[in-house]
T-cell receptor, first 112, second 113 residues
Framework: DGGITQSPKYLFRKEGQNVTLSCEQNLNHDAMYWYRQDPGQGLRLIYYSQIVNDFQKGDIAEGYSVSREKKESFPLTVTSAQKNPTAFYLC???????????FGQGTRLTVV | GNSVTQMEGPVTLSEEAFLTINCTYTATGYPSLFWYVQYPGEGLQLLLKATKADDKGSNKGFEATYRKETTSFHLEKGSVQVSDSAVYFCAPSLDTGRRALTFGSGTRLQVQP
């Protein structure tokens, strides 16, 4: 079955550490997205990529970095520069403007 | 600029009650419209969609109609069940530059037996 796989489901980070969240899709979608969700709030766009080897900052990119070396993979690194990283992170992919986005199951990141 | 406004929650209903969650948006064109549902601890799942004026999206007893005149896409269900308890997001396709969905703030629905 086609879909998006995020891993791990839960992740704990110590102060000052970088951590990388994995996102893999086998839907053959060009566009991929990373969102952050805080409790009781909507989704905010961190980074997006419309094609392999290209990505752009979203609304809250500070303290995050991404890469898009393969069409199916769009990992997100939460760096030590992100001062409040505890949140639920969602990866999505999409074919085009009039189509739905498909989401992974999310990664819950907690700073310990 | 383009934006979406969604009814604030939480919404608490008894089983078999009628549900309406309002969603309105501002846009320069005619975006595709989507409703997503999120169960606790999970990602978002597409609930229904409509891509042009007067289209009605429907799924699992939920319905929403693309109202061009009022730029609205209200979610309705005639008889809710406890299993419908979740957070619902309205998501019009407003962000043409980034080809991203714009999400409302989400409405938490709690259905009591």
């Amino acid at each position: 079955d086609g879909g998006i796989t995020q891993s791990p489901k839960y992740l704990f980070r110590k102060e000052g550490q970088n951590v990388t969240l994995s996102c893999e899709q086998n839907l053959n979608h060009d566009a991929m997205y990373w969102y952050r969700q805080d409790p009781g709030q909507g989704l905010r766009l961190i980074y997006y990529s419309q094609i392999v080897n290209d990505f752009q900052k979203g609304d809250i990119a500070e303290g995050y970095s991404v890469s898009r070396e393969k069409k199916e993979s769009f990992p997100l690194t939460v760096t030590s520069a992100q001062k409040n990283p505890t949140a639920f992170y969602l990866c999505a992919s999409r074919v085009g403007m009039n189509t739905e986005a498909f989401f992974g199951q999310g990664t819950r990141l907690t700073v310990v | 600029g383009n934006s979406v406004t969604q009814m604030e929650g939480p919404v608490t209903l008894s089983e078999e009650a009628f549900l309406t969650i309002n969603c309105t948006y501002t846009a320069t064109g005619y975006p595709s419209l989507f409703w997503y549902v999120q169960y606790p601890g999970e990602g978002l799942q597409l609930l229904l969609k409509a891509t042009k004026a007067d289209d009605k999206g429907s799924n699992k007893g939920f319905e929403a109609t693309y109202r061009k005149e009022t730029t609205s896409f209200h979610l309705e269900k005639g008889s809710v069940q406890v299993s419908d308890s979740a957070v619902y997001f309205c998501a019009p396709s407003l962000d043409t530059g980034r080809r991203a969905l714009t999400f409302g703030s989400g409405t938490r629905l709690q259905v009591q037996p």
